[in-house]
């Protein structure tokens, strides 16, 4: 997208508020941010620190993921990196500006090995336990099922195993925790990576800086 | 006391009342609005709170109708609380004046209403004041009123360095017309926009299979933004007749402010989409810095008034007059806005 883009009269030398997702996705951003030329130092040993200063106006705040959007929506901060379920599971008036191509995963549905393929609930109702609500109604809504939601907020493989539920939506990378507790993919329902988001108004006011790292970031990324 | 017996009282989530310190800047606000709308000869519209959801659905995006807070009354009929005022103000202009002996110059501050279902607590009424200039000739001087109208008001709340975008929804809904694509695909780029996703925009404009030089307008449209050398290079990225048309119109807008002495006032950005169905060209948003939401926004729709059986030619805007006391209120000097 580059090559036409006229740039703003708005000022480069505010600050630029980013946030971080906490977990996993914490060191591939880093090194993502650090190959686009930012200041990640004090990222690298941020000890008690909440908000980290760098160098070249730039203010870190490390969060938990489903956080992130939160703070980009309200503009307590003016940018963020999190993974597009947690984007998938709400909803917020952001801009997404890019796929970072990090932490890439897929949202599944999955059920115990050897159980019916063909369970449709019309034997009874089917439970799916999850901790994306939002995402298993989606679903359930655009595959014309039924099914009883319930949420959970860890080890969601533990619910088929203790009669809890009968299938699972969830995040999968590798599949190993799915076969390890004698569980298999029944469905595949979208693919999840981290993605770059921008409070509204800060990608107009702020434009220049952010369009300028989303250059250097899709550069790295070809 | 006893604690058990002392209830409080409680009113529904997301409403709140407005004390006295607050209320009195709410009203000098309030004042200096409508000192500069009735500068420009508009006059102050009171609408009635609850109307029938059928009339206030008209042209209303989805998210609009769905975060309506609706009731029945008593003899059956689906009644809403007002979402906003334009479609009130299009539904007056048809039946209480005569549209076609327009200009019709009107304007309201006016309480309007939304669930937000997917966020407990957020507020389900804030205040607007806004502008509608209704029939007449509908030309570019409208728009130019328009504009200069927003910016004024602006400066009247108090303001300082606020920014305000100037898009054209035309350029694009344009393109689209005149590409060999289905009216399917047209709907997931619209909603990608929607959805501010440009992730997801640049999925569904790879998927139209068209040449790459296509493309690459399609994708180089939405992140245009900036002075009047847009225009420029927005002339690079043309794709059919409605868009040539639309930008020369945006462009001749431009040339009214810049004759108007407003030119360094507004940024041109092609990259401004609204989720109302009813805007059909000109759009427009005004942003304060360290403030998380537009101020307010506004724009053509040139269809509305169909609605009623009466087309005629509309523009206006809105204000939040929330969100101006919280700009008032931020700590230290503007930053980060060109004004």
């Known amino acids: 997208m580059s090559g036409l883009e006229v740039r703003p009269k708005t000022p480069s030398a505010a600050l630029l508020k980013i946030a971080l997702s906490k977990g996993s996705l914490l060191g591939p951003t880093i090194t993502a941010l650090k190959a686009a030329g930012l200041d990640v130092g004090p990222l690298e040993n941020p000890g008690r620190q909440l908000k980290l200063r760098a160098a070249g106006d730039v203010e870190y705040i490390i969060a938990r993921p489903a956080d992130v959007p939160t703070y980009v929506e309200w503009g307590a901060v003016d940018i963020g990196f999190v993974g597009s379920d947690i984007l998938m599971e709400g909803k917020y008036q952001l801009f997404e500006l890019l796929d970072m191509g990090l932490g890439r995963c897929k949202f599944v549905i999955a059920a115990a090995k050897g159980a019916p393929r063909d369970a449709d609930g019309s034997n009874g109702p089917i439970t799916i336990a999850t901790k994306y609500p939002k995402v298993a109604a989606d679903y359930l809504a655009r595959e014309g099922l039924q099914a009883e939601i319930i949420k959970l907020y860890g080890a969601i493989e533990l619910a088929p195993l203790v009669g809890l539920a009968d299938r699972i939506i969830d995040l999968m990378s590798t599949g190993r925790t799915l076969a390890e507790n004698g569980l298999e993919v029944v469905d595949e329902i979208g693919d999840i990576s981290c993605r770059l988001i921008a409070n509204c108004v800060s990608y107009k006011l702020k434009s220049s800086r952010i369009n300028e790292l989303v250059e250097r970031l899709t550069e790295r990324h070809r | ?339």
């Open chain 2, 1 to 339: 006391m006893d604690k058990e017996t002392t209830r409080r009282p409680s009113i529904p989530e997301g409403l709140r009342d407005i004390l006295p310190a607050e209320a009195k800047a709410r009203r000098d606000l309030e004042g200096r609005l409508r000192a500069a709308f009735e500068g420009r000869a508009f006059g102050e519209v009171i609408s009635p709170t609850f109307e029938f959801y059928d009339l206030l659905s008209v042209e209303a995006g989805a998210a609009v109708k769905r975060d309506m807070v609706r009731f029945m009354g008593s003899d059956g009929r689906l009644l809403a609380l007002r979402p906003e005022m334009t479609t009130t103000i299009a539904r007056v202009v048809t039946q209480r004046l005569e549209p076609e002996a327009g200009p019709h110059r009107l304007y309201y501050i006016a309480n309007v209403f939304r669930e937000e279902f997917s966020k407990q607590g957020r507020a389900r009424e804030f205040w607007q004041a806004g502008i509608e200039l209704v029939g007449g000739a509908g030309g570019t001087d409208a728009d130019t009123e328009v504009i200069a109208l927003f910016v004024e008001a602006l400066d009247a709340a108090g303001l300082a360095g606020f920014q305000v975008g100037l898009g054209q929804i035309g350029f694009l809904e344009g393109a689209l017309r005149a590409l060999p694509v289905t009216e399917t695909d047209r709907e997931r780029l619209r909603s990608a926009l929607d959805g501010r996703s440009l992730v997801e925009y640049r999925a569904a404009v790879a998927a139209l299979g068209l040449d790459d030089e296509t493309v690459a307008k399609l994708l180089a449209i939405p992140t245009l933004r900036g002075g009047p050398d847009v225009f420029k290079a927005a002339a690079g990225l043309v794709i059919g007749d409605d868009a040539r048309a639309a930008l020369d119109r945006l462009q001749e807008i431009w040339s009214g402010l810049d004759a108007a002495g407003l030119a360094d006032r507004v940024v041109i950005d092609l990259g401004i989409w609204r989720s109302f169905d009813y805007y059909t060209g000109l759009v427009f948003e005004a942003y304060a810095p360290g403030l998380g939401v537009p101020l307010g926004s506004g724009g053509r729709y040139d269809n509305l008034l169909a609605e009623f059986g009466r087309p005629q030619p509309a523009a206006g805007f809105a204000l939040g007059l929330e969100r101006i006391q919280l700009a008032l209120s931020q700590p230290g000097p503007p930053s980060g806005a060109g004004a």
